[in-house]
């Protein structure tokens, strides 16, 4: 599905370029894993010293990833290349039927971009598991700062979701491939898991998104697998 050879050009299938670890990446990659697209993943290092390559700033001018390739179109930030990979490839679709579908689906991604991932990968996964392992204490302040931020964010995916297998609806959509990549972290935090267990829905919903094919086939180096 994937190929890290970055002289490859992109005539045939989409190139996205971005890092295995990162959770944008991932999100991109669930959505060319749902829709069965093949593709080829292009490993780049945003944190190289001296930052980004001039090539990939062409790309994308903000030095972010990931960034997209697709028969000479380009596309950068998550949720257009995300909605982009829905529009033009057959497959389930991605995206709510109805306007108020789609709306709850926009609401939760931005719910995600904008309250959830910093608390809840950098302030609590960083700093508890990615930390130590790279030989630095933990930042105990941080973390504790942090989890009621993400009890915030938790408490209102709650009641979004409400009794709907998904967050968005009834199916599958955008903002399940949105969240899952930052609860895949701060579920393996003691303290992501103790929390989730406080909002039975969310709960529910990650028991059944944690283990969908497509999660398999993303997974960080940095995630373990279930059960590891």
């Not at 030095?63 to 997209?68: C, K, S, V």
Request: contains cysteine; proline residues 7%.
């Amino acid at each position: 599905m994937h190929d890290a050879t970055r002289n490859e050009v992109c005539v045939d299938g989409p190139c996205l370029f971005g890092a295995a670890y990162s959770v944008y990446t991932r999100i991109a990659r669930l959505a060319l894993a749902e829709k069965n697209v093949a593709y080829r993943l292009i490993e780049t290092d945003i944190f190289a010293s001296g930052g980004p390559s001039r090539d990939y700033l062409e790309r994308q001018p903000f030095g972010r990833i990931p960034a997209l390739e697709h028969q000479g179109f380009g596309l950068y930030e998550t949720a257009a290349i995300c909605r982009y990979i829905d529009e033009e490839f057959s497959g389930p679709a991605l995206q709510p039927e109805t306007p108020r579908g789609r709306a709850r689906q926009t609401q939760i991604i931005g719910l995600i971009d904008s309250y959830a991932y910093r608390p809840m990968v950098w302030d609590i996964f960083v700093e508890r598991i990615r930390a130590p392992a790279q030989g630095r204490r933990s930042d105990e302040e941080r973390i504790a700062a942090a989890l009621p931020r993400a009890a915030t964010c938790l408490d209102a995916l709650e009641r979004l979701i409400g009794a709907n297998a998904w967050l968005a609806g009834a199916t599958l959509s955008l903002a399940d491939l949105h969240a899952a990549p930052v609860f895949a972290y701060f579920t393996l935090t003691p303290e992501g898991a103790a929390l989730l267990r406080c909002y039975p829905n969310i709960a529910r919903w990650w028991a059944v998104m944690a283990h969908r094919p497509s999660m398999d086939e993303t997974r960080s180096p940095m995630e373990q697998p279930p059960g590891v």
